[in-house]
């Protein structure tokens, strides 16, 4: 299972890469593996500041929905547009083409919390 050094990881199985005070997110390999197949993803939160750990958007497989928190505060700039007609992506490319939000992060120290990739594996192996 791939799980990126170059990424930072919450315990709720989401993926982030900082660049330039945005935090880009996703699910990891590990979560829509354990989700199965994808077939909707809604978030309605563009625009929105949240802060860390609330809820931004949904993620519906077809044995399970389940809730996707922020990593990170801020606000929600951008929501993958991709994701509405092709949910699946995320099953093909939960690192690459399957990202979910940018977040114009508020605290970008809160980034310096989140799991490394060792971190992670670590989690996911206990």
């Known amino acids: 299972m791939e799980i990126p050094v170059k990424l930072k990881y919450t315990k709720d199985h989401e993926w982030v890469k900082v660049e330039n005070g ?14 199965g197949d994808i077939v909707f993803i809604e978030v309605e939160t563009e625009g929105d500041t949240l802060a860390k750990d609330e809820v931004f958007g ?23 547009s991709r994701l509405a007609e092709t949910p699946d992506i995320v099953n093909k490319d939960p690192y690459g083409e399957g990202w979910m939000i940018k977040i114009k992060m508020s605290d970008p120290s809160q980034a310096d919390s989140l799991l490394t990739a060792d971190q992670y594996r670590d989690l996911i192996d206990a």
């Open 58 to 80: 949904t993620i519906e497989a077809v044995k399970t929905v389940s809730d996707m928190f922020m990593p990170v505060s801020g606000e929600v700039a951008e929501v993958n």
């Open 22 to 35: 945005v935090a880009v997110v996703g699910i990891t390999e590990f979560a829509q593996g354990e989700l």
